[in-house]
């Protein structure tokens, strides 16, 4: 089974190994680059020396006198440089011995010991010789690599001296094991910090979790801190729109389905009362005496009637509840539909009807006739006499329609769920008209129509309809 770290070891082991792995490059790039110049610094200062010893050589020569040869000169030179390891080639015979060669190595004529007269090989002394200048090279021996420099110091003989590297490999050993301490301590530091900063992202990352399992469970105010501006704030402020969202959105569904409870309960109580009127007057249709069963028929007939009512108000009530509710505008006179409306709702009422401005409009007639109906069937059965309707077209953008009575006005209790369905006053409740789906009916008209239905009290209560003049339906 495939390892899958954990975020907080994720973390750590990629910090770690980032740091482990810059740290490396780093102590490598400073490590060649230290010795890089320390080796040309040893390699200058070498070849300083023996320009020097060969120059200094050549003037020993010069200047004394009585030596035997110049490969004798040079030699009693170069013994007094005491500390450095040095031999002669000679090729010509008039300065001394000469050098043979052996094995592809020349035998030196002079020096500090024979450990060396292996380290010359021909090529480099004869390269020397031909270049009549100084040749580097490397040579291994048994006291450690040595820097061999070989160049002339008269014609025909050549001085080598050797330049232990022992010291300056001691020196790029320390400085190797320097870089590598400075690399283990830089990548703990770096696992330190990897640790630091995982917990800090895991306990945002847990806080996150906690979080979101507290809404799961139904805390809908659960929201997240917003903290910088980083990736894990973006996420908390995503997360908090979405609560906020859903939240509304569960807050909504709770909230239409005790409104579905409640509507079916007072549907179930609306309809019990007319039809228990329906039975107890059917059975008086059975009676013998006459002026009963015409009674009977008479209430039979109201409760059916009202029964009609409240089903065509279901109806409308569930075709917004579907979405399913058409507007069909046309070209209104809202002066003639609220004439025709108070007529059609109170024919006998003393309802005085007002006009100022411009009251034409583009809307549903229906539904605005159903609207203003409505609001003076509310107004006749539970406010008081006069009432007066006013008509106002001097807005230029909207047309409102003000329906006021003089009762005593909506009860503080009442005002804020009067549109809601089924609520009914005191007053109401003692009567057997209304189902009390009018407002909540109207208020879906005015919504439908993109206006609004208000209410307050004003010596009674006074239901404003505002609606907007819309624009001309297309034709076809």
């Given at each position: 089974?495939?390892?899958?770290?954990?975020?907080?070891?994720?973390?750590?082991?990629?910090?770690?190994?980032?740091?482990?792995?810059?740290?490396?490059?780093?102590?490598?790039?400073?490590?060649?680059?230290?010795?890089?110049?320390?080796?040309?610094?040893?390699?200058?200062?070498?070849?300083?020396?023996?320009?020097?010893?060969?120059?200094?050589?050549?003037?020993?020569?010069?200047?004394?006198?009585?030596?035997?040869?110049?490969?004798?000169?040079?030699?009693?030179?170069?013994?007094?440089?005491?500390?450095?390891?040095?031999?002669?080639?000679?090729?010509?015979?008039?300065?001394?011995?000469?050098?043979?060669?052996?094995?592809?190595?020349?035998?030196?004529?002079?020096?500090?010991?024979?450990?060396?007269?292996?380290?010359?090989?021909?090529?480099?002394?004869?390269?020397?010789?031909?270049?009549?200048?100084?040749?580097?090279?490397?040579?291994?021996?048994?006291?450690?690599?040595?820097?061999?420099?070989?160049?002339?110091?008269?014609?025909?003989?050549?001085?080598?001296?050797?330049?232990?590297?022992?010291?300056?490999?001691?020196?790029?050993?320390?400085?190797?094991?320097?870089?590598?301490?400075?690399?283990?301590?830089?990548?703990?530091?770096?696992?330190?910090?990897?640790?630091?900063?995982?917990?800090?992202?895991?306990?945002?990352?847990?806080?996150?979790?906690?979080?979101?399992?507290?809404?799961?469970?139904?805390?809908?105010?659960?929201?997240?801190?917003?903290?910088?501006?980083?990736?894990?704030?973006?996420?908390?402020?995503?997360?908090?729109?979405?609560?906020?969202?859903?939240?509304?959105?569960?807050?909504?569904?709770?909230?239409?389905?005790?409104?579905?409870?409640?509507?079916?309960?007072?549907?179930?109580?609306?309809?019990?009362?007319?039809?228990?009127?329906?039975?107890?007057?059917?059975?008086?249709?059975?009676?013998?005496?006459?002026?009963?069963?015409?009674?009977?028929?008479?209430?039979?007939?109201?409760?059916?009637?009202?029964?009609?009512?409240?089903?065509?108000?279901?109806?409308?009530?569930?075709?917004?509840?579907?979405?399913?509710?058409?507007?069909?505008?046309?070209?209104?006179?809202?002066?003639?539909?609220?004439?025709?409306?108070?007529?059609?709702?109170?024919?006998?009422?003393?309802?005085?009807?007002?006009?100022?401005?411009?009251?034409?409009?583009?809307?549903?007639?229906?539904?605005?006739?159903?609207?203003?109906?409505?609001?003076?069937?509310?107004?006749?059965?539970?406010?008081?006499?006069?009432?007066?309707?006013?008509?106002?077209?001097?807005?230029?953008?909207?047309?409102?329609?003000?329906?006021?009575?003089?009762?005593?006005?909506?009860?503080?209790?009442?005002?804020?769920?009067?549109?809601?369905?089924?609520?009914?006053?005191?007053?109401?409740?003692?009567?057997?008209?209304?189902?009390?789906?009018?407002?909540?009916?109207?208020?879906?008209?005015?919504?439908?129509?993109?206006?609004?239905l208000d209410v307050r009290n004003d010596d009674g209560a006074v239901?404003?309809?505002?609606?907007?003049?819309?624009?001309?339906?297309?034709?076809?």
């Amino acid at each position: 089974m495939r390892w899958r770290p954990s975020l907080r070891a994720a973390i750590v082991l990629t910090v770690a190994a980032v740091s482990l792995v810059t740290t490396a490059a780093m102590a490598l790039t400073t490590y060649q680059l230290q010795a890089g110049s320390a080796r040309e610094r040893f390699t200058a200062s070498a070849q300083a020396a023996f320009d020097s010893d060969a120059q200094q050589a050549h003037q020993f020569l010069v200047r004394g006198a009585g030596f035997e040869s110049a490969v004798g000169g040079v030699a009693e030179y170069m013994r007094a440089r005491l500390g450095l390891t040095w031999a002669l080639v000679n090729f010509t015979p008039t300065s001394g011995p000469v050098s043979t060669a052996e094995d592809g190595r020349y035998v030196p004529v002079a020096g500090t010991g024979g450990s060396f007269a292996g380290q010359l090989p021909v090529s480099e002394v004869d390269a020397a010789r031909d270049r009549r200048g100084s040749v580097r090279y490397t040579a291994d021996t048994p006291d450690g690599p040595q820097l061999v420099i070989v160049g002339e110091v008269e014609p025909g003989l050549l001085l080598a001296e050797f330049y232990n590297a022992r010291s300056i490999d001691r020196e790029l050993a320390g400085l190797r094991d320097r870089l590598a301490v400075v690399a283990a301590v830089i990548a703990l530091l770096g696992g330190a910090l990897g640790v630091l900063a995982a917990r800090a992202v895991q306990r945002r990352v847990r806080t996150a979790a906690v979080a979101a399992r507290r809404f799961g469970d139904g805390a809908l105010d659960t929201r997240l801190p917003v903290r910088g501006r980083d990736e894990l704030a973006d996420l908390a402020g995503s997360f908090n729109a979405m609560a906020q969202r859903l939240g509304e959105s569960i807050e909504q569904l709770r909230l239409k389905d005790r409104q579905q409870r409640r509507f079916v309960a007072d549907v179930a109580h609306d309809l019990r009362t007319p039809l228990a009127s329906m039975v107890a007057a059917a059975d008086g249709l059975h009676s013998p005496d006459a002026a009963d069963r015409a009674r009977s028929a008479e209430l039979l007939g109201g409760q059916v009637r009202r029964l009609g009512a409240l089903v065509e108000d279901l109806l409308e009530v569930s075709r917004f509840d579907a979405g399913a509710a058409e507007l069909r505008p046309e070209a209104v006179d809202l002066e003639a539909l609220v004439a025709d409306a108070v007529q059609v709702s109170a024919p006998d009422a003393d309802i005085t009807v007002r006009r100022t401005g411009d009251v034409a409009l583009f809307g549903d007639p229906r539904r605005l006739h159903t609207i203003v109906r409505n609001l003076v069937t509310n107004a006749v059965r539970h406010g008081e006499a006069p009432v007066t309707v006013t008509v106002d077209g001097t807005a230029p953008d909207a047309v409102r329609v003000t329906v006021a009575d003089s009762g005593p006005g909506l009860p503080d209790e009442l005002a804020p769920v009067v549109f809601d369905r089924f609520v009914r006053g005191d007053r109401a409740r003692s009567r057997t008209e209304g189902s009390g789906l009018g407002l909540a009916i109207a208020q879906e008209n005015a919504r439908l129509h993109g206006g609004r239905l208000d209410v307050r009290n004003d010596d009674g209560a006074v239901f404003t309809l505002t609606v907007p003049r819309g624009e001309p339906p297309l034709v076809d």
